[in-house]
């Protein structure tokens, strides 16, 4: 009897340390998804591809700029060679050249503006997709939260169970003593807080795993002393509402607002744009350019009397200015422009699938959700009612066993019943709450 309340003690004790922190270091639901996003490596993943996807665009968008460049050169000539004059005599000179030169588009088939818009959708999709990213993580968040709150619950039954056998213990003994019952009654008592003891355990390591799948699902490296806030969750499901709302309604609210359709969406409006940055191949270009060059040149042997020209005399002298226009009109290139136009064709139609398919599974989704959360409130319901009857019955059988007329055995039947009604209760209840949450999700609500 003293190993068995000294375990007791220990199981308790040690149950306070791990799980009785203080209001301090709770956390939040909304903390943990914001954690959770925050330190999750594919949304960071997604965010820096919506980076890029910012910078392809930027490139798109400063392609309407002219380009400048300059060059430089230097040539040896040794033996028969142009002089200044541009005559070729046997001698040994060097050039020194250098040159400006600019050029802008002013033509090019639409290609320049239709490969922004595509890029620009490009972008969109991107956002999107990390929204999207967020949200399953949110979702999945909630769910291991809603886990840690269930496992809390589970282990409170557990302990509540115990003190409950220890009770009968105490109980037992008085009347074994004063002769009421036979001493295998307080054996059957003590087995049984024994029994109830492992289960205290057991709800115990169920409380840390969950604790733990969920900081391993936020990504918190530190684990020591982590516990959630324990909001008053019989007002939260109250808050639910029955579904008077069709899930057709909801897909309709829905579907246009979800991430993945509009990512989906975007990416068949950038497919066009492709196709007609495809078509401007059919078209000529036409480009602006202009330069500046110069030159200096040195003879190493000169006939007698003669020398070179001063560097500041020839930069004076042989400078070149240009400016023209250039046509390039497409006649027949192997037939790759015509492929291309008929390779983004193709790519729209498989783009256009991917977003009704998108509508499809999103509309399954929230078809599933709203049945799931349907029958997830029936059963809550059936749960509580099981709960109020096991309740009347263990309170009747306690009056039985207490004037003598049930055993230990009997006593502990429809307190394991009642022990089970409780538990389905508090599974049906946070299954509940977890899909009417999805649910009321779909329809706007914030997860938190």
């Not at 008085?174 to 002769?179: F, H, I, K, N």
């Not at 009347?392 to 022990?419: C, F, H, I, P, W």
Request: net charge neutral; proline share 2%.
């Amino acid at each position: 009897m003293k190993k068995f309340v000294f375990i007791t003690v220990l199981i308790i004790l040690y149950s306070m340390k791990c799980f009785g922190q203080s209001e301090k270091s709770a956390w939040s639901l909304g903390r943990c998804i914001e954690y959770g996003i925050e330190n999750n490596i594919a949304v960071r993943q997604y965010d820096l591809a919506k980076d890029n996807s910012k910078i392809t665009l930027q490139t798109s968008q400063l392609s309407r700029l002219p380009e400048v460049s300059a060059s430089l050169g230097q040539n040896f000539y040794l033996g028969r060679a142009q002089n200044r004059e541009g005559i070729y005599q046997d001698h040994t000179a060097s050039t020194s050249t250098g040159g400006v030169s600019a050029g802008i588009p002013i033509f090019s088939g639409f290609r320049i503006n239709n490969q922004i818009k595509a890029n620009t959708l490009g972008f969109e999709a991107a956002v999107e997709d990390l929204n999207q990213a967020k949200e399953d993580i949110s979702i999945q968040i909630t769910g291991f939260y809603l886990q840690v709150l269930y496992t809390k619950e589970l282990y409170k039954l557990a302990a509540d169970q115990l003190a409950l056998s220890k009770e009968l213990v105490d109980i037992t003994s008085e009347l074994v003593a004063a002769g009421k019952s036979p001493e295998s009654e307080l054996y059957d008592a003590q087995a049984n807080m024994a029994k109830e003891e492992m289960n205290l355990t057991d709800a115990a390591n169920n409380l840390r795993t969950s604790l733990l799948d969920l900081a391993q699902a936020i990504n918190l490296q530190e684990i020591e002393g982590f516990d959630v806030e324990a909001p008053n969750v019989d007002d939260a499901v109250m808050l639910q509402l029955p579904f008077t709302v069709s899930p057709s309604e909801i897909y309709t609210s829905y579907v246009d607002n979800k991430p993945a359709v509009k990512a989906a969406r975007s990416r068949v409006d950038e497919s066009r744009m492709t196709k007609n940055v495809a078509r401007s191949a059919y078209y000529p270009n036409l480009y602006l350019g202009a330069s500046y060059s110069n030159s200096y040149y040195y003879t190493y042997k000169l006939a007698s009397g003669q020398s070179n020209a001063s560097l500041a005399d020839q930069l004076s002298q042989n400078g070149a200015t240009s400016i023209g226009l250039s046509l390039q009109i497409p006649i027949f290139n192997k037939m790759a422009t015509r492929n291309s136009v008929r390779s983004a064709e193709l790519n729209i139609k498989n783009k256009q699938l991917s977003l009704d398919k998108m509508r499809q599974d999103t509309y399954k989704e929230v078809q599933q959700a709203w049945i799931n959360a349907q029958g997830a409130y029936q059963k809550y319901l059936s749960s509580h009612k099981g709960v109020e009857a096991s309740q009347m019955a263990m309170d009747y059988e306690e009056q039985k066993y207490l004037s003598g007329r049930s055993n230990t055995y009997q006593y502990n039947q429809v307190r394991t019943r009642l022990a089970n009604s409780l538990s389905e209760e508090v599974q049906a209840k946070y299954n509940f709450l977890l899909r009417s949450k999805i649910l009321s999700f779909y329809q706007g609500v914030p997860l938190y």
